[in-house]
């Protein structure tokens, strides 16, 4: 018995899109699944970034009274990249602590002048869907933009001319009290040309910035 | 949380050295009877002996106070403070409470925390308020207590407290290996779910005949705490001698949180310390920290961040008066000596009541704009209507 060969190129064509049907997720998953992340922060290095950050309360302090004794209106600090990333390592440190029972961790760093994320969604059976990302964060005029430069979903490359804007430091714009509190003691930021992060504080807010670091738990 | 309440204690130090007694301040104020009582037997005390103002010089301060120890006013004995202990500091309440010049500044914060709770228990027969001595565990450990000096029986004190709750709370004893203990709950009630929950008020331990731990909302004691031996010889004979000059006191047996949870930079520089705030001239203030370290490098660099930090805190708090915080920031100098970091401030009674009256401009301003504020909201409420 044979087939018409219409019917045959029916059940080809059937087949086919049954098959992508079924397949296109499996390869998705494959794409987007990858075994757990593990950031452990290991207490040598927390003891290190700790020296770094001090290093910055520092600058900060440097910065916020002049060698005449004065508070300048705006405070210029320029943090070096090596800095920046230890921040970022005790930042990340502390959301996993927080973040930990929602199955969410997360690791953060600086290169090139921009914010580079790991996250990492917890799924049964220890696999995860980790998205990476890298972000050039800016602060001017109130303004606050994340322009991502580079953006994936496990292996599976998204499109990175996404931009976040907030614009001005408003309860609607930022949800969290505390990241409200810390932009709204930061005039202006951006990217050093040295790989760095330069920012300017607003002296007389920074009491805002210090119950931060002091509640942090 | 405990950490946060840490760094408050810290920065209330700080302040307490920018507020002490003016003993010529008048006050009007209704004072709950406790403070009221302790200060009559402060003012019978001081008509006895009139005060004398010591003059020393900074670097002499310390000396001054052991070889010249004041008219102790308490019999009371801290024979029980456990080597657990990070952190231990008595703070002079009663003194800081005597006048309205401390009193702005202590009332918003910390401070007024822990006199509110102590009032709460009947814990001596003249209703004195006692001069607590506040213990920190290692802050990762999360775990700190009150000890106080008593003049009732434990059950004196429980029959008082179960006439004052009532219903409203209840109030249990029962003896543990260290000794009598004190729980007062209360019933938690859901809104929702109306699902009743117990939950602690205050727990009291009863170490000795004269002193007590304490335990409040949300801090309850910890039995652990107390399993150790006692302070050494020499730390305890600071807390029992203090001469009535001092306002706070504090000993420090390691930095009481780790590396990575101190924006301070001081955890891993630090291996002992000493706090001293005196009142040194009537209506001037000293305070006095000395910092150990394990070499000359550590205690160099835990000077430069004590000024970075002390220097952040001036700007937060004062950058509205900017006079007033060069002052404030001529006032305070840092220094290393050896393996020893040391941070000094000197406060004149001119500084302080420049203080005092910011600190009450700040308050009327915030209470002002709440007044406003209320009146808006009354305003929109009341035209939507």
């Not at chain 2, 702005?104 to 925390?113: E, K, T, Y």
Request: net charge neutral; glycine share 6%.
């Amino acid at each position: 018995m044979t087939m018409k060969p219409k019917t045959k190129k029916t059940l080809i064509i059937l087949g086919s899109v049954l098959g992508a049907i079924v397949l296109l997720p499996v390869l998705l998953a494959l794409l987007l699944i990858s075994p757990s992340a593990n950031y452990v922060y290991m207490p040598d290095q927390a003891e290190a970034d700790s020296l770094f950050v001090a290093e910055i309360v520092d600058m900060i302090s440097d910065s916020v009274v002049d060698d005449e004794g004065n508070i300048p209106e705006i405070a210029e600090v320029s943090i070096p990249a090596e800095h920046v990333r230890a921040l970022l390592r005790q930042v990340a440190y502390h959301i996993n602590l927080k973040m930990k029972e929602d199955g969410v961790a997360c690791s953060l760093d600086w290169r090139d002048g921009a914010l580079a994320a790991e996250c990492s969604y917890s799924l049964p059976v220890s696999k995860a869907v980790i998205l990476r990302g890298a972000a050039v964060p800016t602060l001017k005029y109130g303004v606050f933009t994340l322009k991502t430069v580079r953006l994936s979903a496990g292996r599976l490359p998204l499109p990175s001319s996404i931009r976040i804007v907030k614009d001005g430091i408003t309860e609607e714009s930022f949800k969290d009290e505390e990241a409200r509190q810390a932009f709204s003691t930061v005039h202006h930021l951006e990217p050093a040309d040295d790989g760095g992060l330069r920012l300017g504080v607003y002296p007389e807010r920074i009491s805002s910035l210090i119950r931060l670091l002091v509640s942090g738990d | 949380m405990i950490r946060t309440r840490l760094y408050l204690m810290a920065a209330a130090f700080l302040l307490t050295a920018a507020t002490v007694v003016s003993a010529q301040d008048d006050s009007d104020d209704k004072r709950p009877r406790a403070i009221t009582a302790a200060e009559q037997l402060a003012d019978e005390e001081a008509k006895k002996t009139p005060s004398k103002p010591v003059e020393t010089k900074p670097a002499e301060v310390k000396t001054a106070q052991v070889a010249e120890p004041a008219e102790k006013k308490t019999d009371y004995r801290f024979a029980e403070i456990p080597d657990q202990a990070a952190v231990v500091f008595k703070l002079n309440l009663n003194k800081l409470y005597s006048s309205p010049t401390f009193k702005a500044v202590a009332d918003s914060g910390d401070v007024l925390a822990i006199r509110n709770d102590l009032m709460q228990i009947p814990w001596t027969k003249d209703g004195a308020l006692p001069d607590p001595v506040i213990l920190y565990a290692p802050c990762l450990g999360s775990s700190y207590a009150m000890l106080v000096g008593i003049d009732r029986s434990g059950s004196e004190i429980r029959d008082l407290l179960a006439a004052k709750f009532g219903k409203s709370k209840k109030v249990e004893s029962g003896k543990t290996g260290l000794g009598e203990k004190i729980t007062v709950t209360y019933d938690k009630v859901d809104r929702k779910t109306k699902k009743v929950t117990p939950r602690t008020e205050a727990e009291i331990l009863f170490l000795t005949g004269k002193v007590a731990a304490f335990g409040r909302k949300g801090c309850p004691l910890d039995l652990g705490f107390f399993a150790g031996g006692k302070l050494s010889a020499e730390e305890f004979a600071k807390f029992q001698d203090l001469p009535d000059n001092v306002v706070a006191a504090g000993v420090m047996r390691s930095f009481p949180v780790a590396a990575s949870e101190d924006p301070t930079g001081l955890a891993g520089l630090v291996t002992s310390g000493e706090l001293m705030v005196t009142e040194y001239a009537p209506g001037a203030v000293s305070l006095v920290l000395d910092l150990n370290c394990k070499n000359a490098k550590d205690a160099e660099l835990a000077a430069r961040r004590m000024k970075s930090f002390l220097r952040i805190t001036l700007v937060s708090l004062f950058a509205a008066d900017k006079t007033l915080f060069q002052e404030l920031n001529k006032s305070c100098s840092t220094s290393s000596s050896g393996n020893t970091a040391k941070l000094e401030v000197k406060l004149t009674k001119n500084t302080m009541d420049r203080v005092r009256a910011f600190y009450l401009l700040e308050k009327a301003i915030a209470s002002a704009a709440t007044d406003v504020a209320t009146a808006v909201v009354k305003g929109v409420a009341g035209g939507k209507k």
